[in-house]
């Protein structure tokens, strides 16, 4: 096999952009698909709280449901409904191989962590480290995939 077929060879099967890479990286959608959940769970915890529940489930956001407790319900209901948005929105764009979208979401899942830790809640801490894991492990599956095919 010459050189040239070689190159011809390679580059058929190397991507063509971000997207197609980041699609082809099981790490990649994996990670992308907690912003999603997040984003689900928040939403049911939302509907529970208007429901008048005392339960939540520990994968949603404790950022939302401080605004329940702090804020006039039509308020925290615009709270929930942007970080509901955002996080679907993240799993969207991380899906598509970007990396802001894993940092942002990452960097706001974490610190939404630390509220669970200033109440000593030690579960939803170790489901925001599990999802925070598969995140971070998205995110640097992407950026050694990016380096590795010259993105």
């Known amino acids: 096999m010459t050189d040239s077929t070689f190159n011809a060879a390679a580059a ?16 990649v959608g994996r990670g992308a698909r907690w912003f999603w959940w997040i984003a689900g769970f928040t939403a049911i915890n939302a ?7 005392n339960t939540h489930f520990v994968v949603g956001l404790a950022l939302t449901q401080l605004a329940h407790v702090g804020l ?6 615009l709270v929930d409904a942007l970080m509901v948005l955002a ?15 894993f940092v942002l979401g990452a ?8 509220v ?8 939803p801490v170790a489901i925001h480290g599990v999802a925070l894991f598969y995140i971070v492990s998205g995110f640097l599956a992407l950026q050694r995939a990016k380096k590795a095919s010259g993105f």
Do not use: C, E
């Open 87 to 101: 996080f679907f929105l993240a799993g969207l764009k991380a899906k598509d191989g970007s990396t802001p979208a």
């Open 12 to 27: 058929a099967v190397a991507p063509a952009d971000i997207k197609a890479l980041a699609n082809s990286l099981p790490d």
């Open 72 to 77: 006039s319900s039509s308020v925290a209901l």
């Open 116 to 123: 669970y830790v200033s109440y000593a809640d030690w579960l």
């Open 107 to 114: 960097l706001v899942y974490a610190l939404d962590a630390l």
């Open 47 to 53: 509907a529970m709280i208007l429901g008048r529940s």
